[in-house]
C-alpha cells in the first residue's frame, strides 16, 4: 500500500474543507485533475481522471446523505472519486462500501478516512465485474454522484443497480446522457428528484 508521504507527493495534493450539516470534512485532494492525465491509459481503454475533481454533485449528495438518519445501514457508493457521500455516510454511522475502478481514487480515499477518523472499506471496482458489490447485495443504500458521464456508463448502471438493492440516491446535474438513463429507469424505478439529487426506490417497495 502507498505510504502517505508517497501518495501526497506523487498526486501533488492539497486540503479542502467542505462544510456539511452539523460538520465539516477537510480532505486532501489533487491539486490539479488535468496533470494526472496518463496518456497511455487514455490510449488502452479511454481513461481519464474524473474522479480526482471535487464535482458539486458530490457535495450535494454528502449534503443530502448528512440529513438523513443513515446510522447501521449498509451503504455503498458506486464511482466514488473523492467519496464525499462515503464519508459523509460513514459520520453518520453507516457502515460502508466506496468503490472507483481508479487505484489511486481508492488509495486517497482511505487516507482521507484516516485522517478524517472515519471508518469506512474502500475497493476498486468495475462495473463491469461487480462480482464484489453482488456478493454483499442487498445493499440498504446505494450512492452515486455525477456518473453518467459516458453513454457507456448508462447501459452498465441500468444493469448493475437492479443486482445492488432497492433504494438509491443519484447526484445528477444534468449530462447530456441522463436523460436516456432516467427514461429507461423508469419502468422499474419510482423516481423523486430534489434539486439535483435522484431517489430511485425499487417498484414495489416503500421509500425507506
Known sequence: MTSPQE???????????????????????????????????????????????LWGSGEELSE??????????RVLELGCGLALPSLAAA??????????????AIELVRENARRTKLEL??????????RLLIDRAPWDLVLAADVLYERRNVDELLELLPQLGDTVLLAE????????????????????????????????????
Do not use: C, M, N
Open 7 to 53: 501518495l501526497l507527493k506523487r498526486l501533488d495534493l492539497v486540503e479542502a474543507s467542505v462544510v456539511l450539516p452539523g460538520r465539516t470534512l477537510t480532505i486532501l485532494r489533487p491539486r490539479s485533475a488535468e496533470a494526472l492525465l496518463d496518456e497511455d491509459a487514455f490510449e488502452h481503454e479511454e481513461f481519464l481522471p474524473y474522479w480526482a475533481e
Open 91 to 104: 459520520a453518520g454511522g453507516a457502515h460502508v462500501l466506496a468503490t472507483d475502478w481508479a487505484p489511486d
Open 64 to 73: 443530502e446523505i448528512a440529513e438523513r438518519d443513515v446510522a447501521g445501514l
Open 173 to 208: 446535474p444534468g449530462r447530456p446522457h441522463a436523460q436516456t438513463f432516467f427514461e429507461r429507469a423508469a419502468g422499474a424505478w419510482r423516481i423523486e428528484q430534489t434539486g439535483t439529487v435522484y431517489a430511485l426506490t425499487a417498484a414495489g417497495t416503500t421509500t425507506r
Open 121 to 130: 472499506d474502500a475497493e476498486v471496482v468495475r462495473w463491469s465485474e461487480p
